[in-house]
């Protein structure tokens, strides 16, 4: 398998065909999915919760993201490696791309920040500096307090309209991906369309062009597995075979199903 670039998973949408993304945060996992063939491989910042037992992702650090960084891309030879920027690494442009020059140093090839229409600004500066960003949008738990739990978002037609016009202002700015997360599916669908970046969605339906699950809870091995999520191993006779009909599934659109959406 050649590796996965921006062009390959712009092609995918472009041919209105599917792909798959998933977290990792060691080695040992990152073969598996690059085994798997699943296109993009996200050092997720939950982390903090599956990795370190915490309530949310802001207690994660620089140097935690940049250490899992580190581990997962030596697993990987052809899925795109994408990782999180964690809790204020980015609050200002200066820092953001400080910080984003560590991740992609470690091994990143693209950096994910959670955020709107604030960003725009950040977006452009990283990417005109050949870093790509993947932009996050509707749940954003970096921002669980602010947002008062962690709840679906984008439900009445003013949240809907700001995430939209949100994504197209951080698409104008440069941003090559957008994850979107937690959010009505007839809103993932929207976005998708109106995009020209590909869209991934995590509890955004099935409409979008991408999907991503946090991999302890695809293994049904999380604390508590979200609604939008499915134990892919109770079908399977090994982690492999999970991770195999994980990224058959979404290819062949029989994953999500509508009991996993919004
Ligand atoms: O950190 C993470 O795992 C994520 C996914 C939920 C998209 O950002």
């Not at 040992?28 to 915490?54: M, Y």
């Not at 470690?106 to 955020?115: C, D, I, R, S, T």
Request: proline share 3%; net charge negative; with cysteine.
């Amino acid at each position: 398998m050649t590796s996965i670039s921006i062009d390959h998973l712009k092609s995918i949408k472009a041919s209105g065909n599917k792909f798959a993304a998933i977290t990792a945060y060691d080695y040992s996992f990152a073969k598996l999915i690059d085994k798997a063939e699943i296109e993009v491989t996200l050092v997720g910042d939950s982390l903090g919760n599956v990795i370190q037992g915490q309530k949310t992702t802001i207690p994660v650090t620089l140097d935690e993201m940049a250490y899992h960084t580190k581990n997962v891309a030596r697993g990987i030879q052809s899925s795109l490696v994408l990782s999180d920027m964690p809790f204020m690494s980015y609050a200002t442009v200066s820092q953001a791309l400080d910080n984003a020059a560590i991740l992609m140093q470690a091994g990143a090839q693209m950096v994910k920040l959670e955020g709107g229409e604030w960003l725009a600004e950040t977006v452009y500066a990283l990417t005109q500096r050949g870093i790509p960003v993947c932009s996050h949008l509707g749940l954003t738990p970096q921002s669980v307090h602010k947002l008062s739990g962690f709840k679906v978002q984008g439900k009445d037609e003013n949240g809907a309209d700001k995430i939209l016009a949100e994504a197209k202002i951080l698409e104008q700015a440069g941003a090559d991906l957008l994850v979107v997360e937690c959010i009505p599916s007839s809103l993932g669908k929207e976005l998708t369309s109106a995009l020209e970046i590909p869209v991934i969605g995590i509890g955004a339906g099935a409409d979008t062009d991408g999907q991503v699950l946090v991999l302890q809870d695809m293994l049904g091995i999380s604390y508590s597995a979200p609604k939008f999520s499915k134990n892919f191993l109770e079908q399977s006779s090994n982690i492999q075979n999970a991770l195999s009909t994980y990224r058959k599934e979404v290819l062949s659109r029989a994953f999500p199903e509508p009991k996993h959406e919004f």
